[in-house]
């Protein structure tokens, strides 16, 4: 094989193992929406609906709690552009990117029957939390902190109060508001409410 041969032979093989890929973690999300716990998920019953050998997937995750960890990772969006401009816009992006995540009635469902079992399975949910959650809440301390010190937020406001309260209220709309679509305001309003308080 000459070696322009073999450069346009490997590229044809990587679609076939994103393919695999994307076919694994949907199946693995799938299985979990449909009320499936981690603790009844198998590597098997994964392979099987994403029409794939066990061996494809252990040559990608060395266990199940990995292939989980991943699969739960996709359903939180990269972190949202900051403009850095004002408190205000900043948080409200971050907010508003929980609202965006919500809408997906099978992500919410995922999400909570993960969750459920984090007593269970208490080193899948720390790496899942530092995965996708940590970078989030450090990003909300990073703006909340900058304000304080900008002037556009109460020099003595409790940070991690703060924090609570904006991601709190979202998080109540999003898991146990009636259901519906949310509106697409709301991280505006939750935004402008909790600033009110927190304002100097």
């Not at 252990?58 to 969006?77: F, I, Q």
């Not at 010190?149 to 508001?177: N, Q, Y």
């Amino acid at each position: 094989m000459t070696i322009q041969e073999s450069g346009t032979a490997r590229p044809a093989g990587r679609p076939r193992s994103e393919k695999a890929e994307k076919a694994i973690i949907e199946a693995t999300l799938d299985l979990i929406g449909e009320g499936m716990g981690v603790s009844e998920l198998s590597i098997e019953a994964i392979a099987s609906r994403a029409g794939v050998g066990k061996t494809t997937i252990y040559r990608r995750w060395a266990n199940k709690e990995d292939l989980v960890v991943d699969a739960l990772s996709t359903l939180k969006a990269p972190l949202p552009p900051l403009s850095g401009t004002s408190v205000r816009d900043d948080l409200i992006s971050l907010l508003d990117a929980m609202r965006r995540e919500s809408g997906n009635v099978r992500n919410r469902c995922v999400m909570n029957i993960a969750m459920s079992e984090a007593d269970r399975y208490p080193r899948l949910m720390e790496r899942f939390m530092k995965r996708a959650v940590e970078p989030r809440r450090e990003a909300m301390r990073a703006v909340i902190e900058r304000g304080i010190a900008t002037g556009e937020l109460r020099a003595d406001l409790d940070v991690s109060m703060g924090m609570a309260v904006l991601t709190g209220t979202m998080i109540w709309h999003t898991k146990w508001a009636p259901a519906g679509d949310l509106a697409p305001d709301l991280a505006e309003r939750v935004v402008d409410v909790a600033l009110a308080g927190m304002a100097p």
